[in-house]
T-cell receptor, first 113, second 114 residues
Framework: EAQVTQNPRYLITVTGKKLTVTCSQNMNHEYMSWYRQDPGLGLRQIYYSMNVEVTDKGDVPEGYKVSRKEKRNFPLILESPSPNQTSLYFC????????????FGPGTRLLVL | SQQGEEDPQALSIQEGENATMNCSYKTSINNLQWYRQNSGRGLVHLILIRSNEREKHSGRLRVTLDTSKKSSSLLITASRAADTASYFCATDDAGGTSYGKLTFGQGTILTVHP
């Protein structure tokens, strides 16, 4: 089954404790991205990657890191989480070129105390 | 910045009625997509309309696109309680430096009462 998976689905942590949210897709998509969703602000892109070892900032990259060592994986790293990073996070992937839809993971709900 | 702006922010209707949601955007696009999100869950792709298309249907969904007005509408006919969700438009922007990026609106919360 074609899908994007994220782990963990729920996470409670404390300020400053490094964490990683994993994302994996099984559709051989070139393009992967991370979004955060906050009430009243919609979905905002954090980082994206157009292929292995190619990453770039989205609209709200501050406080986040990503890596793309393999085509299928695109982890989101919070080196020193802060309460303003409490949010619902989505990973997504799509093929580039043509008219392609984007596939979303189920979301990771993060609470930073 | 937000590309798509949706209207209304919230819509409450009775089962069987039609629901119409509108989306406006600012720049040239390759296509516009509509997504659905059940409370706090992942987004599900509903329909994609290309910039050279004016109308598209999928089951009870009808999407229109007016590139001269930079606007789109999503019509759900004969709504059901199970259609209760948030609906987002997203634009696949033409040109620029963010190739492949989708820009989302803030969404319309649809409530369908049984």
């Amino acid at each position: 089954e074609a899908q994007v998976t994220q782990n963990p689905r729920y996470l409670i942590t404390v300020t400053g404790k490094k964490l990683t949210v994993t994302c994996s897709q099984n559709m051989n998509h070139e393009y992967m991205s991370w979004y955060r969703q906050d009430p009243g602000l919609g979905l905002r892109q954090i980082y994206y990657s157009m292929n292995v070892e190619v990453t770039d900032k989205g609209d709200v990259p501050e406080g986040y890191k990503v890596s793309r060592k393999e085509k299928r994986n695109f982890p989101l790293i919070l080196e020193s989480p802060s309460p303003n990073q409490t949010s619902l996070y989505f990973c997504a992937s799509r093929n580039l070129g043509g008219q392609e839809t984007q596939y979303f993971g189920p979301g990771t709900r993060l609470l930073v105390l | 910045s937000q590309q798509g702006e949706e209207d209304p922010q919230a819509l409450s209707i009775q089962e069987g009625e039609n629901a119409t949601m509108n989306c406006s955007y600012k720049t040239s696009i390759n296509n516009l997509q509509w997504y659905r999100q059940n409370s706090g869950r992942g987004l599900v792709h509903l329909i994609l309309i290309r910039s050279n298309e004016r109308e598209k249907h999928s089951g009870r969904l009808r999407v229109t696109l007016d590139t001269s007005k930079k606007s789109s509408s999503l019509l759900i006919t004969a709504s059901r309680a199970a259609d209760t969700a948030s609906y987002f438009c997203a634009t696949d922007d033409a040109g620029g430096t963010s190739y492949g990026k989708l820009t989302f609106g803030q969404g319309t919360i649809l409530t369908v009462h049984p």
